[in-house]
């Protein structure tokens, strides 16, 4: 029998340790934006190249997403399955047709079947999208106020399916925000207005026009998409 020495852990390894920890415990809560280089350095007590090759780690195992000229975010609190990097690497109009076989079907449930607490967080989270101030939130509060249209679902399936599909959701709407040809000023008034007749129709209980709101919602950028693949 050969036994191999036990050698201590290396301050990289240590880092992203830390790292997990923190993004675990909810420290950093999934869209939260990480210190840069300097003061993550300065906080885990490690050289900049240590930080930096723990953070690489960890966008390798889909924890962490590096969004250019912006910043790096949480983007999971555990690594990521094999599907999630799959659905990650998948085209943003395969992500969007994807959105629409699964929300258009949340959004008539959510007329159905919602709730008082439900109609409360429906608002709350349309509130905070309309506050969201930059492109990073406004990403998090979409697809949190998408969360709480599948939750009002109240179909345990169709939630789980959701929460596979959130890391890929949240990086191709990152991607389209970023694109001012595919998200142009106008389609974003359009897109806050269908948002709006969304939790309305909720609301009130009609589930045709919960479909019909969610369609205006995604059918006209998977149109884009379709028209100029190259996202």
Same mark, same amino acid.
């Given at each position: 029998?050969?036994?191999?020495?036990?050698?201590?852990?290396?301050?990289?390894?240590?880092? /992203?340790?830390?790292?997990?920890?923190?993004?675990?415990?909810?420290?950093?809560?999934?869209?939260?934006?990480?210190?840069?280089?300097?003061?993550?350095?300065?906080?885990?007590? /490690?050289?900049?190249?240590?930080?930096?090759?723990?953070?690489?780690?960890?966008?390798?195992?889909?924890?962490?997403?590096?969004?250019?000229?912006?910043?790096? *975010?949480?983007?999971?609190?555990?690594?990521?399955?094999?599907?999630?990097?799959?659905?990650?690497?998948?085209?943003?109009?395969?992500? *969007?047709?994807?959105?629409?076989?699964?929300?258009?079907?949340?959004?008539?449930?959510?007329?159905?079947?919602?709730?008082?607490?439900?109609?409360?967080?429906?608002?709350?989270?349309?509130?905070?999208?309309?506050?969201?101030?930059?492109?990073?939130?406004?990403?998090?509060?979409?697809?949190?106020?998408?969360?709480?249209?599948?939750?009002?679902?109240?179909?345990?399936?169709?939630?789980?399916?959701?929460?596979?599909?959130?890391?890929?959701?949240?990086?191709?709407?990152?991607?389209?925000?970023?694109?001012?040809?595919?998200?142009?000023?106008?389609?974003?008034?359009?897109?806050?207005?269908?948002?709006?007749?969304?939790?309305?129709?909720?609301?009130?209980?009609?589930?045709?026009?919960?479909?019909?709101?969610?369609?205006?919602?995604?059918?006209?950028?998977?149109?884009?998409?379709?028209?100029?693949?190259?996202?």
């Amino acid at each position: 029998m050969t036994v191999r020495p036990i050698h201590h852990s290396s301050l990289v390894e240590q880092a /992203v340790a830390e790292l997990r920890r923190l993004i675990g415990e909810g420290e950093w809560p999934v869209g939260t934006k990480l210190p840069g280089e300097v003061e993550l350095s300065r906080q885990l007590g /490690v050289g900049r190249s240590t930080s930096r090759e723990a953070v690489r780690a960890l966008i390798a195992d889909g924890q962490l997403r590096a969004q250019h000229g912006s910043g790096t *975010y949480v983007s999971s609190t555990t690594p990521v399955s094999e599907l999630d990097r799959r659905l990650l690497r998948a085209a943003v109009s395969d992500v *969007y047709e994807v959105r629409v076989a699964l929300e258009v079907e949340a959004g008539r449930l959510a007329a159905a079947r919602r709730t008082p607490d439900d109609i409360e967080a429906l608002r709350a989270a349309l509130g905070a999208r309309d506050r969201a101030a930059d492109r990073a939130e406004l990403v998090e509060a979409d697809v949190a106020l998408h969360r709480c249209v599948v939750t009002a679902a109240h179909n345990p399936v169709l939630s789980h399916l959701f929460d596979t599909f959130q890391g890929a959701l949240r990086q191709a709407a990152t991607q389209l925000l970023a694109d001012a040809e595919l998200h142009p000023p106008e389609h974003g008034r359009r897109i806050d207005d269908a948002h709006r007749d969304l939790v309305q129709a909720i609301v009130a209980g009609d589930p045709d026009a919960a479909v019909a709101a969610t369609r205006r919602n995604l059918d006209r950028t998977l149109d884009h998409l379709r028209a100029d693949p190259a996202p």
